[in-house]
């Protein structure tokens, strides 16, 4: 058997024992594939040419692949899932289309990773990688991709890396626009820390950092309403919030359990214009349920029929 390196035995990027992580790197490229058809059939058919140039965002990219099996890089993550996918359809449609790619990520090590894996696809696939924060880079993402078809993969390292405005400005971006998010749990824990602490009079910089964590995730006034709710209430009352009043209001979201236990690791949040797009994904969503992972043979998907957002 292979030893790997003490990056490789890192937990996060071997996929052995982390089934979920598999099944979320499945769900976004059967969805993938579908959207960028869509998209480009649309141009095909009407001339459209918000359609002719299409756009995937990675906001945390990672290093690009994974470990699996004492086998170093032998797992795609998404930025090679959409690459591969980019270059699928600029030959299927003689070149006539692109997929550009664009990946962020704030970790220099993860970026050098991701450079070299990405190499084997510089000029064929337009893509660019950014070593830059998503909440800072993404009025210059915009500002790029226009009103152009845009699908963003939303994937953050923790409960303190993605802002709530910035997932407000991603919502609300102009012309066709899919949402894939995944929305890690753990702020009713976090929660109830302050609450704890707010309790005991505990006023130090700990407290202030925990309130200024999950307040940049909610807002402070949704932060205030999800004292001792539980995380599938807090998730709704976010989700709700998050997407009232925006043309996205086609969602379904998505349970992952965490490999030996009945409980969520976090949520995929899927968000769209199209009732079409909800459809393929609640289908996704249903067969992943029915697939096994390494000898897990169930993870219960909530859609909108008992999940209302």
Known sequence: MIKLSNEMNKNYWDLTDRPHTERKLKILEEYLYPWAKIIFNQWRKYGHKNFKTAYYIDCFAGRGKYHKDAKPNSVNGSPLIALNCAEFFQKKFSGEVKLKCIFVETKKKYVVDLQKFCQQYRGIVDFSIRHADINDEINSIFKEVGNNATLFFVDPWGL???????????????GPNDLLLNYICGTPRVLGKVKNMVLKKETNEQLFKLIDSVSS??????MLECFDKPEREVLQNWAKEILKDTKLQHSSVYRMLRPSKNEAAYYLLFAS?????????????????????????KMPFLIKRDFDL
Request: charged residues 45%; proline residues 0%; positive net charge.
């Open 273 to 297: 214009r199209s009732v079409v797009a909800k459809k393929i994904v609640d289908d996704i969503f249903s067969k992943k349920d029915s697939e096994t992972y390494d000898g897990q043979t």
């Open 160 to 174: 303190k890396e993605l802002k709530k405005t910035t997932v407000r400005d991603i919502i609300g971006k102009k």
């Open 217 to 222: 995730r909610l807002g402070l006034k949704l």
